[in-house]
Structures are given as structure tokens and as C-alpha cells.
């Protein structure tokens, strides 16, 4: 009896299992997924909040959006025309549309959570549509893991809108719906062109398929499929025009033609090697990207191993094994062979890029967008369809294999993904003197140092920033070389000249004095590196002119700094 009643008992849990066993799969992927990385996620949020701790860059494009909503913030300041003629205009359209009810700064901490939502739910579902919920689950597992994920969307800018846009766009095309694909190309268009000619590209291989694998669009004729291209594309350039036209103003691009005049565009100049030419073959360019969608950030899923500390490596064997997969899977599924067109739009925007450089961007952007996506839906889906159709295949076996692949990379993922900028504690009292002066005034200092902080956390004009100082475009490139070489005479001048050319020609207003500035010359890049090491020199030999004006108690000393007011001199 007490045997039959135990058999009666296994046979009812069973039942109840096989009956909800779907139920429990989801929330058995739901509940994993919540207790690995929703402790990382709330810690980077705390993070985020605090108004010292942000993205780099949001120095260079927040300002022009408060000063969109506030007209009488920096006035007459051509930095901050120049990069509000550069935004998108959905980018600015969607910072208007709520400027009523919260400012820029405070929305961009808010944004980047939005956007990750949008981009985990895309690649859940392509992920899914590819490869079951063992790929799901590898997917979004490696994504949040990572920090380049994250790091792309933090701070609310243009770029924060690329890998959602990217990932529904990959999602439409798996699912064969080329008028949403379309669409969205558009759309990414006019937030991040890089986004939408990637996707643009995709529509286009999608049409290009048999017809049998185009999805909604088996029955186009070719004419019909020229036209959505057509329309497409012109609503491409209707969104991305605008920008072009306002950037007309501030000159030709530089260009290779230009770099020898422009050594601020060469290879000692503000950019980084990745930013630069020569630009590297799409094999090496993509290795990086690859990396970092792989390979996880923070403290490890499973601290015995420490592949990490090979992720490169171990990425891109990774990365070739699932190609492998792809291969056998896109002949027996044909979302996966739309899958691959994707990977053939990367190539083709990557190499075009590189031809036709800088006209359509840098050729880094392309893999750093167009790579971790094809990593992160690729490698899950090949590992779960190569377990699922192994000759010794189990019903765990996609399961076990992308575990195996987030025990050898994954991690618990990073608090400080994208929050590239930390202002010192005894840094920030200068923030609140600086946000105390008038409207109107201008503050010059240093770049690198405390002055590119100031339009962003003080509301208040900076003369030069580093972070402004990027040499796109010759007319404004011109302004910032003038500008920075009128710092460096006023900065060590032997005597009050420089200064008094500096406010009353500038209109600079105030000065931001780093006494370990004149023990010896603080960095920056070609040509003005140069210049201010000989500049220097001459200004230790005759007595620094701002040395002995912060020695007489001239100005406010705060956070180590000395915030001099120049009418004072």
C-alpha cells in the first residue's frame, strides 16, 4: 500500500511538472537571471545617482540640451553651438519633449535603464527565435555580465540609443518583417546614422535573399523591393540631413588631405589610435568589441577558473566554434540565415567606412555596435543548436554548454559600467563657487583638468575644454587652436598682457590656477604640447605672472585650485 501510494505521489508530481513545466522554465530563467545581476544593477544605480559620478562625454553634449531648455545659459558660447548644431535632431526632439517636467543632466541617469530594457527584451526574444530559452538565457547572462553593454547607453547620449535600435532592427530582420526593419533604420538614422546604415545594409541583404527566406516580404517583386530601398533610404538622408547642413558652417571635414595642417588630427594629436587612421582590418578591429561583449565584468560566475584573464583569446575561439554552428544551422533554419546577413551588413559598412573615412564616420564604430551583436545572439544559439543536435545530444545538453561558456567568461558585471568620471571630494566646492557667478561668465583653466567638469556640473561657459577640443571640422578647429594657444601665453606669462588679452579680447572672466602647473607643464596634445613646454620655459626663467598674483591673495582658493577673477588683476 505504501508503495502504491508513493507511486501515486511521483506520478502526481509529474504530472504537475509536465503540466507547468513551461511556467517553471521561465521563471526558473527569470529568478536566475534576477539573483545574479539585479545586485550589480541596483549598486550601479546608486552609483549613477550621485551628481560626481558620470559619463566623460556627457561634459561635451549635456550642456547644449540645457542650454536648449534655458536660452539665457551660456550665452554667445561657440563651443556649445557647435555641438548643438552636431546633435541628432530626434536626440534633441526627445530631450525637448520632457524638458518641461526634468532637466537634461537628470534625465540622462534615467535613460540609459530605459534603454537597456529595450535592448535585453530584443535580444531575449532574437535569442529565443534562434536557439530556445538555454540561449536566452546565454545571452542575456553575457549581457549583463558585460560592461560594454551598459557603458554604450550610460549618460544618455546619441550612441545610448544605438544597440537598442541595432538589436530591434537584427530582431525584425530574424523574424523576416522588412517594413519594421525599414522603419527602424530610419529611426536609428536620425538618433545614431552609424545604427542605421547598419541596419539599412541588413534591409538591403534581406532583399537580396531567395524568396522563400525574406519573410513578409515573399511576395515583393523587384520593384516593389527597390521602392521600400528607395523610400528607406531617402528617409535616411532626410533625418541625418539637417545635421550636415548646420555643420556646413564650421567648414570641411578633415581628412587625410588636411591632417598634415592639422596636427591636432594626427597621430600626436586628440585622438586615440582607435580613432584614427590607419584604421585596422576588420579581423583585428573586431577582436576588441568581441572581448568586450564576451567577456564579463565584475567579480566571476564561478571563481575556480580564470579564463579571464585570456578573454581575447578565449573570445574569439568561442566566437569561431558558434560560427561553426551557424554554418549547419543556417541551412536547416532560415531565421538563422537572416541572422547572417546581418554579419554580412557589418562587413560591408566596415569596409565602405574604412574607404570613405571620415565621411561615414570611423570604421571603429561599425564593430563596436554591429560585433557585440552578433556575439551575443550568435555564440548562445550555436552552442544550444550544436548540443541540441549532437549525435550523444541530451535533453540538458544546450543548457549545460552555455553554462560552460558563462562559467568560463561570465561575471556578476560592473557597478561603474560607463561612469568613466569620479570629481574628487575636495574638487567639488570649485564647482559651487564657479555655478555662483553670473550667467555671462566665461571660465578658462587648463584642459584635462577641473575646467572640463565646469559647463557640466556649474552651468558656466569654459574657454577650452579637452573634451570640446575635437578636431572634426577645419573652421572650428581653427577657433579652439586660437583659443588655446591665448591660454598658453596667459597661462604662464611673465606679465599681466597675456592676461589682460585674454579677458578683454576673449571675454574670459575667470581663471582656474593649479599652483603644480608652474613646477612643471601639465599635458596635452600636439601642437600645443610643444608650445606650452616652450612657453613655460620662458615664464620660469622671468617669474610666472599668475604665480605671483595667487601669492598675493588674489582670487578664491578652492578644492587645491585657485579660481582667479581676472577684472581683479
Aim: some cysteine.
Amino acid at each position: 500500500m505504501a508503495n502504491a501510494a508513493l507511486e501515486r505521489g511521483i506520478a502526481a508530481l509529474r504530472a504537475f511538472v509536465e503540466k507547468r513545466k513551461n511556467r517553471l522554465e521561465w521563471a526558473l530563467v527569470g529568478t536566475g537571471l534576477v539573483a545574479l545581476f539585479g545586485p550589480t544593477l541596483f549598486l550601479h544605480a546608486r552609483t549613477a545617482s550621485d551628481p560626481f559620478r558620470f559619463a566623460d562625454d556627457v561634459r561635451i553634449l549635456i550642456p547644449p540640451l540645457e542650454r536648449a531648455r534655458d536660452p539665457g545659459l551660456f550665452p554667445g558660447d561657440p563651443v556649445l553651438d557647435y555641438y548643438l548644431a552636431s546633435l541628432p535632431d530626434a536626440h534633441r526632439l526627445f530631450y525637448s519633449l520632457f524638458a518641461p517636467i526634468i532637466d537634461p543632466a537628470a534625465l540622462s541617469k534615467l535613460v540609459p535603464y530605459l534603454l537597456l530594457l529595450v535592448a535585453l527584451g530584443c535580444l531575449a526574444v532574437t535569442a529565443h527565435r534562434l536557439g530556445g530559452k538555454p540561449a536566452l538565457f546565454g545571452a542575456l547572462a553575457l549581457a549583463l555580465g558585460s560592461a560594454h553593454v551598459l557603458s554604450r547607453m550610460v549618460g544618455g547620449l546619441p550612441r545610448a540609443f544605438a544597440l537598442p535600435l541595432v538589436l530591434a532592427g537584427v530582431l525584425s530582420l530574424v523574424l523576416g518583417r522588412p517594413v519594421a526593419l525599414a522603419a527602424l533604420a530610419v529611426i536609428a538614422a536620425a538618433f545614431y546614422p552609424v545604427a542605421g546604415v547598419l541596419l539599412g545594409l541588413s534591409l538591403f541583404g534581406l532583399f537580396l535573399l531567395p524568396a522563400k527566406d525574406r519573410g513578409h516580404a515573399v511576395g515583393y517583386s523587384l520593384r516593389r523591393r527597390a521602392a521600400v530601398l528607395a523610400l528607406t533610404a531617402l528617409g535616411m538622408a532626410l533625418v541625418v540631413l539637417p545635421a550636415a547642413l548646420r555643420l556646413r558652417a564650421y567648414g570641411p571635414v578633415i581628412d587625410a588631405t588636411l591632417v598634415q595642417s592639422f596636427p591636432e588630427a594626427g597621430e600626436l594629436g586628440r585622438f586615440d589610435p582607435a580613432d584614427r587612421p590607419p584604421f585596422p582590418a576588420l579581423p583585428m578591429a573586431a577582436a576588441a568589441p568581441l572581448a568586450a561583449a564576451l567577456v564579463g565584468d565584475g567579480s566571476p560566475l564561478v571563481s575556480l577558473t580564470n579564463l579571464r584573464a585570456h578573454g581575447t583569446f578565449v573570445a574569439v575561439v568561442l566566437f569561431v566554434l558558434a560560427a561553426g554552428g551557424w554554418v549547419t544551422l543556417a541551412r536547416r533554419r532560415v531565421e538563422a540565415r537572416r541572422f547572417l546577413v546581418f554579419a554580412a551588413a557589418v562587413v560591408c559598412a566596415h569596409t565602405v567606412s574604412l574607404v570613405a573615412t571620415p565621411h561615414l564616420f570611423l570604421p571603429e564604430r561599425y564593430v563596436a555596435y554591429g560585433v557585440p551583436v552578433l556575439a551575443l545572439v550568435g555564440v548562445p544559439a550555436a552552442f544550444s543548436f550544436l548540443a541540441l543536435h549532437a549525435k550523444t545530444s541530451v535533453r540538458l545538453a544546450p543548457v549545460a554548454w552555455n553554462l560552460a561558456v558563462l562559467a568560463l567568461l561570465g561575471a556578476h558585471g560592473a557597478s561603474w559600467a560607463g561612469l568613466t568620471v569620479l570629481v574628487p571630494p575636495a574638487e567639488r566646492p570649485l564647482y559651487g563657487a564657479i555655478a555662483s557667478l553670473p550667467k555671462t561668465a566665461v571660465v578658462a583653466g587648463w584642459p584635462g583638468f577641473a575646467i572640463d567638469n565646469v559647463p557640466y556640473l556649474a552651468g558656466r561657459s569654459a574657454f577650452v575644454t579637452r573634451e570640446t577640443h575635437m578636431p572634426f571640422h577645419r573652421l572650428y578647429t581653427e577657433l579652439m587652436r586660437e583659443r588655446m594657444r591665448a591660454l598658453v601665453a596667459a597661462y604662464f606669462a611673465s606679465d599681466p598682457g597675456p592676461l589682460r588679452t585674454l579677458r578683454e579680447r576673449y571675454g574670459v572672466t575667470h581663471l582656474i590656477v593649479d599652483r603644480r602647473h608652474f613646477e612643471s607643464p601639465p599635458p596635452y596634445f600636439a601642437p600645443f604640447d610643444a608650445e606650452a613646454r616652450m612657453a613655460f620655459a620662458v615664464g620660469r626663467a622671468r617669474g610666472f605672472e599668475l604665480s605671483r598674483v595667487t601669492a598675493r591673495g588674489v582670487g578664491i582658493e578652492t578644492g587645491g585650485v585657485v579660481l582667479v577673477e581676472l577684472s581683479r588683476l
